[in-house]
């Protein structure tokens, strides 16, 4: 086996586990992102259905 063949054979596959992780690193900080804008609109929803129940309750009294 030549040097070139075992550079080849030893750097290829530590090359692409390498490439990997950083691509994963990028991919989760993505994910990351997006958990935090559906949190966000999450807690908006929440807020609005808290304000409808307010808004309900207060008919009720009024009506009951």
Partial sequence: M??????????LPCLTVIASLVLSIFTMSGVREDMREIRAHLLTIVEKLG??????AKLIDENG
């Avoid at 030549?2 to 750097?11: E, I, M, P, S």
């Avoid at 304000?51 to 309900?56: A, N």
């Fill in 51 to 56: 304000s409808m129940d307010v808004g309900i």
């Fill in 2 to 11: 030549t040097d070139t063949q075992l550079y080849f054979a030893v750097g």
